[in-house]
């Protein structure tokens, strides 16, 4: 089986050599079947990839540890689903999964486009397939998953208790994926700069792509604060840590790139900008998919660390200075065809929010790499935690949902004053009460923490105003029910409401993380049976701790019978687990109760044997909004992706009538 | 799953003594809450000396510190033998009445700067605080000289050009040639622009 695999990904390197030579000799010698054989090489990649991963899934499913990557991260004990996960739980399978996944979208690509953009395609599909073909390599000769071990053991190491959890099933093949995903605008936007084709044509090609890997990366972030918070047990779900900051620099700059990309597509502006931040997102993906791997910087991640850092820094540098070489050729080409027209425009809120994500982007990659800087410069290894991050993101961020709720108001090119005042009268008038309502319930206790509910409040005020007027107007123009004329105005404009729907998201998580950030309670008691503690609107009562044995893992349970001021009586059951070979890191098993206010949230840290417990106890505020605000976001980037109804079958469906009102 | 004592003789789960007293009938009015209310404060009186406030104040603290042998945690949340150590050193810091600055200075000492989660803002650490407020600070001015230029040089800006149209003498509505401003042609266009561009 080793040697099957390990064949196939050897295979997989020639053909993905050929594919990137096939395309460009094909145009350069005007040879069609040439350009046919590329796109047939990428689909071959694909499905040599799959082989080779069905392979390394395959020898884990059926245990098979003379493999050594199966043996060190599986066990017989394992339930099934996990041994299928454990396929990404190291560097080898995780880049194997990585280079497997890129072949699937880039077959999908070329499938897609298979009668489209035919002058940029060869390029993009030599891209993707040099971006393949380097993973092939270090598959190949540099991290092989098929390595064999001399003399297989009868049973396997295990899973890292760490990753003993359902979060192993989505996040890290979420998260992988979406650094995988931003290959393919990077593709476009290189064979953009190749062909010198710099007009629109590479950001309509892009534009479905980059939102699925903008909607990927997302859920992978999402998922892997999910997962910390019921895992890492510190009472919190964003730690700032280098490999959390590198997962999401790209989204932030993917971010940035799906909005100011609407300039272009518009008005003809930014041609150099949008290339540049697609080339830097790229970056980022390969520098995350690189960190998290290199222990380079120190991080709760550094569970798979291994030697094939400088191929990634090797790699990575070739990319920069190929396209920024390739950028500053193409400069000349590059000019706006467009100016801007007033400060108070949508343009230039859309500069405003780019400037705002560079600062955004560029803070979080400052103090994630400021020790390695301090540490040249003075020989001193600062640290850089949550407070540097907390306190300089954190405006920035405020900054930007401010603008969700002014940009999409403002017209393109130039607002009137009076248009201004008819669009924000009453979302400020809404915030301003609400901020006073909220006064009057929790006090002032965090003035910064109200002026982002103000914000919140403000902008969900500018977007609700937002689906009542089109609402509204569809109603009175087409005599549609009201209900079915919300749905026909999101269906028919899915970019622009899906774009609402998203930013409604991130308002919701801007309230979610500042309540539980500013108003989390946090106690640290020391129980004897019967003794209880108070947090909050909650007293729990510890009854005492016992022990279960299963045959891979020990648990050690504590019980608290929750007394809420009404007297539920209800067991909340914090554990720590003891998973064989991994005795001395037990793992964390939060107890959470969620409501839809609050999170109580409860670790049990450690006992003694008098019988006492110690524990760590915690109410968050709103925590559940910070899942719902995350799958609310990524449903509006879904919507905006939805293909909208063709001109011509609207029209044709629509009673005449109606058409005719509605044109009115 | 085969449920086994702990080896410290703590067997069955520990029924609490039941602290709440038994609901009275309501003949007893307003006194059946007197006893409740008795046992809430002696139970928050009995938890807070059990949950000595020493331990949040330490936590406090050790948060503030990164455990110099892990990979990004504080010394509040490692389980390491050194940060188990520390935590009793600011333990018993904070019990000989010590101040937060002396007990950070303390370790500071010890371990460097790096100890600290938050780099301080002098030395090397100033350049941390600062960078982003550069970039912030220099994309802005970036941002609006660029934009200064672009409305200065727009290719006809509004309001400055004005140029005399003559009108054929059969389509005019006065006797007299007509000026028309390309303000007006200008708005026209982009009405026009704006109207194809929501399409």
């Known amino acids: ?664 | 799953m085969v449920t086994v004592a702990l080896d410290h003789g703590q067997t069955a789960p520990h029924i609490a003594t039941d602290a709440r007293p038994r609901q009275a009938s309501d003949r007893f009015g307003f006194a059946r809450w007197s006893p409740l209310v008795a046992l809430i404060c002696f139970l928050v009186a009995a938890t807070a000396a059990w949950g000595d406030p020493l331990d949040d104040d330490t936590r406090r603290l050790a948060k503030q510190l990164q455990c110099p042998v892990c990979e990004g945690v504080s010394v509040a949340d490692s389980p390491s033998e050194l940060a188990g150590q520390m935590r009793a050193v600011i333990r018993r810091k904070l019990e000989q009445g010590e101040t937060d600055t002396a007990i950070l200075g303390y370790f500071t000492e010890r371990y460097g700067d790096g100890v600290l989660v938050k780099p301080p803002r002098h030395g090397v650490g100033l350049g941390l605080w600062l960078g982003p407020l550069a970039v912030l600070v220099a994309g802005a001015g970036f941002l609006a000289f660029t934009v200064r230029r672009w409305l200065r040089t727009r290719p006809m800006a509004a309001g400055v050009a004005r140029r005399t149209v003559l009108i054929p003498p059969d389509q005019r509505l006065s006797p007299t040639p007509t000026v028309v401003g390309d303000v007006y042609l200008e708005r026209a266009q982009r009405e026009l622009d704006a109207v194809r561009q929501d399409r």
């Open chain 1, 1 to 664: 089986m080793a040697d099957f695999g390990h064949v196939v990904i050897l295979a997989t390197v020639v053909l993905a050599i050929y594919t990137v030579a096939a395309g460009p000799t094909g145009l350069r010698l005007r040879a069609p079947e040439l350009l046919d054989s590329a796109r047939n090489g990428v689909l071959a990649v694909a499905v040599m990839l799959t082989i080779g991963s069905g392979t390394l899934l395959a020898a884990f499913l059926v245990h098979d540890f003379s493999i050594r990557y199966v043996a060190e991260h599986s066990s017989r004990d394992m339930p099934a689903s996990l041994v299928a996960a454990a396929f990404y739980s190291g560097q080898q399978g995780s880049l194997l999964y990585w280079a497997w996944a890129l072949s699937i979208f880039a077959a999908i690509v070329v499938v897609q486009n298979r009668r489209v953009n035919q002058a940029l395609m060869p390029y993009v599909q030599s891209i993707l397939m040099t971006i393949v073909g380097f993973f092939a390599v270090v598959l190949a000769f540099v991290a092989s998953p098929f390595e064999k071990l001399p003399i297989p053991p009868a049973e396997g190491l295990g899973l890292n208790p760490l990753l003993y959890d359902t979060g192993m099933l989505y996040h890290p093949p979420m998260l992988l994926g979406g650094y995988m995903s931003w290959s393919v605008p990077f593709a476009f936007a290189i064979a953009a700069l190749i062909t010198g084709r710099l007009d629109a044509e590479w950001l309509k090609a892009t534009r479905r792509y980059s939102l699925v890997a903008w909607a990927i990366l997302g859920t992978g972030n999402l998922l892997g604060a999910w997962w910390a918070y019921r895992v890492l047990g510190w009472g919190g779900y964003w730690g700032w840590d280098p490999v959390e900051n590198s997962a999401i620099m790209p989204w932030f700059l993917g971010t940035a790139f799906i909005h100011s990309a609407m300039i272009q597509e518009r008005r003809g502006m930014l041609k150099v900008w949008n290339i540049v931040l697609v080339l830097v997102t790229f970056f980022l993906c390969i520098f995350g998919t690189f960190i998290v791997r290199s222990g380079v910087i120190s991080s709760v991640h550094s569970f798979a660390q291994s030697g094939i850092g400088p191929w990634f820094l090797g790699f990575l540098s070739l990319v920069v200075v190929g396209s920024l070489g390739l950028l500053f050729y193409r400069l000349p080409l590059l000019r706006s065809d467009n100016h801007l027209d007033s400060v108070l425009s949508r343009e230039a809120s859309f500069l405003l929010n780019n400037l705002l994500f560079v600062a955004l982007v560029f803070a979080t990659f400052w103090g994630t790499v400021f020790p390695l800087v301090s540490e040249a410069l003075q020989g001193i290894k600062l640290t850089v935690g949550p407070p540097f991050f907390n306190q300089v993101n954190g405006p920035i961020m405020l900054g930007l949902v401010f603008l969700m709720g002014v940009g999409p108001m403002m017209p393109w090119r130039k607002a009137s004053s009076r248009h201004l005042l008819s669009n924000f009268v009453s979302p400020l008038a809404f915030g301003l009460a609400l901020s006073l309502v909220l006064i009057a319930l929790i006090g002032f206790d965090h003035p910064p923490a109200l002026v982002v509910f103000f914000t919140c409040a403000f902008v969900a005020a500018t977007i609700f105003q937002e689906f009542w007027r089109g609402t509204i107007a569809r109603h009175q123009s087409t005599g549609e029910a009201y209900g079915e004329a919300f749905f026909e105005l999101v269906r028919r404009n899915n970019r622009r409401y899906g774009g609402y729907v998203a930013h409604l998201g991130i308002v919701v998580i801007a309230a979610a993380v500042t309540a539980s950030t500013f108003y989390q309670l946090e106690r640290q008691v020391k129980l004897s049976p019967g003794e209880a503690v108070e947090i909050g609107a909650y007293r729990l009562t510890f009854t005492g701790i016992r022990e279960s044995r299963q045959p891979s893992v020990r648990v050690v349970e504590a019980n608290l019978v929750l007394d809420n001021s009404g007297g539920s009586g209800e067991v909340v059951r914090p554990d720590k687990r003891f998973f064989r070979n991994f005795e001395r890191q037990p793992s964390t098993g939060v107890a959470i109760r969620t409501t839809a206010l609050e999170d109580l949230y409860v670790v049990l840290v450690g006992w003694d044997p008098d019988g006492s417990a110690s524990f760590l106890v915690y109410v968050n505020p709103l925590a559940v909004w910070l899942w719902i605000g995350g799958v609310g976001t990524v449903m509006g980037g879904v919507i905006s992706l939805w293909p909208a109804p063709a001109p011509g079958m609207t029209a044709v469906r629509r009673p005449v009538r109606a058409l005719v009102a509605s044109e009115a």
